[in-house]
């Protein structure tokens, strides 16, 4: 319809070309042809369209000697055209290669995968064809490899979810982090999270983090979690010079041993990278600090409402170190607001 559309206009165009005179529209051609001129000197290739490829194709033909013409495109370039033409209307709507694999057995092939850890694609094509389906093991194998399932020694273990879950009883995370006081003047505090419960210690704040104070706050560490140590297998940290063989040590004469986390890779220890960005907006950016026994006090509270009240995600809403499980609500019971931190945070608690 478009392409009618076009030619009805052009000859409606041309119909009043006619009434003009020779002169008239020699003249015209003249200023066409050095317009066009001017335009080649400023345009190395121009951009047609499909309908202006069809009427330069249809005409130029009709001009004598249309090859000596400057046109915007060469001969050979008609040509070619044309010829493409000529080969989509010859050509018919078949697809070439095999037909495409119905999605209801792409689906059955991934949910036997899935179901069936140690099936590889040779025994899920075995069982395809006891279904009556015909189909070649090697499109199973696409299929899977499509579908992103692994091969069976990959599929047959557990996946690196349940593996880091199994583990996490075992995991201790260590790290810094600053707090510039009212005063400008910068606190650290040293920290470790259990990965199993998300369970945060607070080992020590201090202005000068030296390395026989790092020692020091491990041997209280020890002693504060007493028989825990035992269920923990690792200790993660990063590779802070501070961080030194001593401190190590304290840790591998229990059996603990301690990894240290790739450079600039801060998912390597992301729990504890989260407990920092936490007490960050839930606390510490909140309030102003004014000295070391001010930041401790802060720290302690919001430890304390961190492992006791605050649900987290991973642990089905539930806090670090849950106490008694109120009874299920039926309707709207009452409900009382404690705050913590002078009201910074506050808790809900069912009113027995």
Not at 46 to 61: F, I
Not at 124 to 141: D, Q
Not at 246 to 267: C, E, K, Q
Request: hydrophobic share 45%.
């Amino acid at each position: 319809m478009r392409l009618l559309y076009l030619l009805v206009t052009w000859v409606f165009g041309w119909l009043v070309l006619c009434s003009r005179s020779n002169a008239a529209k020699d003249a015209e051609i003249l200023v066409l042809r050095h317009q066009l001129a001017v335009l080649q000197r400023q345009v190395a290739q121009p951009s047609l369209t499909w309908a202006d490829r069809a009427v330069l194709t249809a005409l130029v033909r009709l001009v004598p000697g249309w090859r000596r013409l400057r046109l915007i495109v060469s001969p050979r370039t008609i040509l070619r055209w044309h010829a493409a033409l000529v080969r989509r209307r010859w050509t018919y709507g078949r697809r070439p290669g095999r037909p495409a694999v119905a999605a209801v057995i792409r689906w059955l092939v991934v949910e036997m995968a899935r179901d069936n850890p140690g099936w590889g694609y040779r025994r899920i094509h075995g069982e395809l064809v006891g279904l009556g389906y015909t189909i070649a093991p090697s499109t199973v194998w696409k299929i899977l490899k499509d579908g992103g399932v692994d091969p069976t020694p990959r599929r047959s273990g557990p996946t690196w979810k349940q593996f880091l879950t199994a583990q996490a009883k075992g995991i201790l995370a260590m790290d810094f982090f600053h707090v510039d006081t009212v005063l400008l003047r910068r606190l650290y505090v040293l920290f470790v999270v259990e990965h199993d419960r998300r369970r945060v210690h607070i080992v020590g704040t201090t202005v000068h983090p030296t390395a026989e104070w790092l020692v020091q706050q491990a041997r209280n560490l020890l002693v504060e979690l007493g028989d825990r140590m035992d269920s923990l297998r690792f200790l993660i940290r990063d590779r802070d010079a501070k961080f030194t063989a001593a401190f190590d040590a304290v840790f591998t004469s229990i059996g603990i041993d301690v990894l240290r986390s790739p450079v600039r890779a801060p998912r390597a220890n992301a729990i504890a990278e989260r407990w920092v960005g936490s007490v960050r907006r839930e606390c510490l950016d909140r309030i102003l600090i004014v000295n070391q026994r001010h930041l401790e006090q802060v720290l302690a509270e919001y430890v304390d409402h961190f492992n006791h009240h605050r649900p987290h995600r991973s642990l089905d809403q539930q806090p670090p170190d849950p106490g008694p499980v109120p009874d299920r609500m039926t309707g709207v019971g009452r409900v009382r607001r404690r705050d913590r931190l002078g009201g910074l945070i506050h808790e809900y608690q069912q009113v027995a």
